[in-house]
């Protein structure tokens, strides 16, 4: 291949996962402020999903298709929340990193994790790679690990409280699921059948079956609850908190927003949305946790860059048990 070029999946349309089309396209360029990455691995998360579809909450819908593209992706868009790899070049104005640094950082709105190379800003959320971790590993801690911390500290975890996390064998929940732990919570995992032994695995004392049992029927009080994936009934969570418990929602609709801030202000239990915002010292104190191997990534499978499509497909089944990851350099 022309050594201006890279390999990358285009996202062509909002539709089905084949919108993604692999193509040929410009290998960016660093300027002066920019590093450039040689991208190792990313993901394909239910958030990637849900994008390339454009089925968003209403509250994101406008805003997000502003920048997305009104009636289809801009040109040459490329998905892809997060990724790892290695520095191949540097701007001539860049400190922090230097040419071989090995890297980990999600894309935010920029995206483009689902090609070969990417440039971004030196001050961009970004850190080195855990050592004891691989690529493939270490591209599943910006989405997942940022998330969870955001939500968790939203809480204000104390040791000894009792967290119910739901939707916790996912990207996020997995990470949420052994944060809390480390920050001392007794915590119960709410997810499907096939996932409970994995959720103990990683740490949950207790886990619910939730096509089996309503975690808010059973009688049982908890600080804080957090609710990944947005499908908690509202008012029987607010009722499942404890006097001065939190309701965090990491997937906020409109009537949550409303009716959480009438809570917030008339009882002592507090309903948060939280929207996280990432930040490079977050991801270090992430880095710092996997270094002390005090958390772990999760993966279910892993597919080269030519089977993005495919990934997608497997994500939206449900399936997936925390990560799947894209193999995007292997001869590293
Ligand atoms: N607030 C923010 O800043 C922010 C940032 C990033 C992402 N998000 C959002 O967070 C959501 C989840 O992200 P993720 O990457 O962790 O998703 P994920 O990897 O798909 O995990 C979601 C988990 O929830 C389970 N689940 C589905 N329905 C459930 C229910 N009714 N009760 C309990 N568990 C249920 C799924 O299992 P089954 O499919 O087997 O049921 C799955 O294991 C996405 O919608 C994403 O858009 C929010």
Redesign the pocket.
């Known amino acids: 291949m022309n050594s201006n070029k890279m390999k990358a999946i285009v996202w062509t349309k909002y539709g089905s996962p084949d919108v993604l089309q692999l193509k040929e396209v410009d290998k960016p360029t660093p300027k002066d402020n920019e590093v450039l990455i040689r991208i190792y691995a990313t993901t394909v998360?239910?958030?990637d999903c849900?994008l390339r579809r454009f089925q968003l909450p209403l509250l994101f819908w406008l805003p997000v298709r502003i920048i997305m593209g009104i009636r289809k992706p801009k040109k040459g868009r490329i998905l892809g929340q997060e990724l790892s790899g290695e520095i191949e070049s540097v701007g001539k104005a860049v400190t922090q990193f230097k040419v071989g640094d090995q890297v980990v950082a999600p894309t935010t709105m920029k995206f483009g994790g689902y090609a070969e190379y990417i440039c971004l800003q030196s001050t961009h959320v970004m850190t080195t790679k855990p050592v004891n971790m691989s690529f493939e590993e270490a591209a599943t801690i910006p989405?997942?690990g940022l998330?969870a911390l955001?939500f968790l500290r939203k809480g204000n975890i104390q040791s000894g409280q009792k967290v119910l996390i739901?939707?916790?064998?996912?990207?996020?929940?997995t990470y949420a699921v052994q944060i809390a732990k480390y920050f001392g919570a007794e915590v119960t995992g709410?997810?499907?059948t096939?996932?409970l032994d994995m959720l103990r695995a990683i740490g949950a004392n207790h886990v619910i079956d939730?096509t089996r049992e309503d975690f808010t029927k059973n009688g049982k009080t908890y600080d804080v609850i957090i609710d990944?994936?947005?499908?908690?009934s509202f008012s029987r969570s607010v009722k499942s908190l404890k006097q001065y418990g939190a309701y965090i929602l990491?997937?906020?609709s409109l009537s949550s927003m409303i009716r959480g801030s009438w809570i917030s202000m008339t009882t002592g239990k507090s309903v948060i949305n939280?929207?996280?915002s990432y930040k490079t010292e977050d991801l270090i104190y992430l880095k710092e946790l996997i270094d002390a191997r005090r958390i772990k990534s999760v993966i279910d499978k892993r597919y080269p860059l030519e089977q993005i499509p495919d990934a997608h497909r497997y994500?939206e089944k449900?399936?997936?048990?925390?990560?799947v990851v894209i193999t995007i350099e292997e001869n590293r």
């Open positions: 998360s239910a958030g849900e989405t997942g998330n955001y739901y939707g916790a064998a996912g990207s996020i929940g709410v997810d499907s096939g996932k939730y990944i994936v947005g499908k908690s990491g997937n906020p939280a929207l996280a994500v449900g399936y997936k048990m925390g990560n």
